[in-house]
């Protein structure tokens, strides 16, 4: 069965940097793109980016988060990470992998808090 | 980007009820539109896809309409499993946007 599974939890101080993987298990790495999507506490979901993990890992991240947020990938172990520079204290989040399945997320990582605090 | 705009943002029913959640975009989607539920502490879990597919393993009494800029999910008779939030979201054009959430309550 599909499977993504996420590392845990987080705590960095703003202006740090924070590293989250996404394990897949169950199917073609390769074949199906992979996104990241966030959830500060009691808001509402937002869009960061998207990597295809086949081919040359090409990219893309939405414009809010251009020249801080950088996913990569490792074939080898079927992980896609994501990577989140200058962190903010607004960036504290709930974070998300999501299996791109065609025009759908049908399978998503079970979340990891990313807490900003000094 | 494309704004997308649920409403209502809260919602108090029975079990039973028959309810209805609206979601708007700001310009034409076509039918690229998702909806999600969650449940407190989890991952969102795929619905309904391409504004009317059912995703496998989901429930008859769930279903999705609309076209265009608008669109609508119903829950045909409200289980007391249901009670969680609906996120719509649309995959028409990245950023793949997604509307700010319909908390559903128990009355």
């Known amino acids: 069965q599909v499977q993504l599974v996420q590392s845990g939890a987080e705590l960095k101080k703003p202006g740090a940097s924070v590293k989250i993987s996404c394990r897949a298990s169950?199917?073609?790495?390769?074949?199906?793109?992979m996104h990241w999507v966030r959830q500060a506490p009691g808001q509402g979901l937002e869009w960061m980016g998207v990597i295809n993990p086949g081919g040359d890992s090409f990219a893309t991240y939405a414009q809010k988060f251009q020249g801080r947020l950088t996913l990569t990938r490792d074939t080898s172990t079927s992980t896609v990470y994501m990577n989140l520079n200058s962190l903010r204290y607004d960036d504290t989040a709930v974070y998300f992998c999501a299996r791109g399945g065609g025009d759908k997320f049908d399978y998503w990582g079970q979340g990891t808090l990313v807490s900003v605090s000094s | 980007d494309i704004q997308m705009t649920q409403s209502p943002s809260s919602l108090s029913a029975s079990v039973g009820d028959r309810i209805t959640i609206t979601c708007r975009a700001n310009q034409s989607i076509t039918t690229y539109l998702n909806w999600y539920q969650q449940k407190p502490g989890k991952a969102p879990n795929l619905l309904i896809y391409?504004?009317?597919n059912l995703q496998s393993g989901v429930p008859s009494r769930f279903s999705g309409s609309g076209s265009g800029t608008d669109f609508t999910l119903t829950i045909s008779s409200l289980q007391r499993e249901d009670f969680a939030t609906y996120h719509c979201?649309?995959?028409?054009?990245?950023?793949?946007?997604f509307g700010q959430g319909t908390k559903l309550e128990i009355k």
């Open positions: 391409a504004t009317s």
């Open positions: 979201q649309q995959s028409y054009r990245i950023p793949y946007t």
């Open positions: 169950g199917y073609t790495f390769t074949t199906y793109f």
